[in-house]
């Protein structure tokens, strides 16, 4: 995990080169406001951003496991869906999830 600062305004951000976000891992996004942004890459180089905060205990999903389309909680292993933030059942919850494109290999942020 590695950090980035950006400040909050309307519209589509360059994060970083796909490559600096390790495979199975992520980066994380100081926002100016709102709390941080976790940016994922699975092993099919997908990449996702949710809240970097789990919805049961606010555990920094950023420190955990991603596997598939889904992370793991790093606190109480729960596992949440990369696309929407949702819990996996039989857990229930959500964390906010961000649109992220890529383009020309640069990983762009919607904020």
């Given amino acids: 995990m590695s950090t980035i ?3 909050v305004e309307a519209g589509w951000k360059e994060i970083c080169a796909v490559e600096d ?3 199975l ?3 994380v996004v100081k926002a100016a406001r709102g709390g941080d942004i976790a940016i994922f890459r699975n ?3 997908e990449i996702f951003a949710l ?3 789990c919805p049961h205990k606010q555990g920094p999903l950023s420190q955990g496991i991603v596997h598939g389309r889904q992370v793991t909680c790093p606190l109480h292993s729960w596992k949440i869906e990369l696309k ?3 819990a ?3 857990d229930v ?3 906010k999830s961000f649109e992220v494109k890529v383009e020309g290999g640069k990983v762009l942020l919607k904020v």
Avoid: L, Y
């Fill in 84 to 86: 929407s933030g949702e």
């Fill in 5 to 7: 600062e950006i400040n």
């Fill in 43 to 45: 092993a099919e180089n």
């Fill in 51 to 53: 809240h970097d905060k």
């Fill in 25 to 27: 891992g992520s980066r």
């Fill in 93 to 95: 919850g959500c964390t």
């Fill in 21 to 23: 976000i390790p495979v």
């Fill in 88 to 90: 996996v059942a039989p």
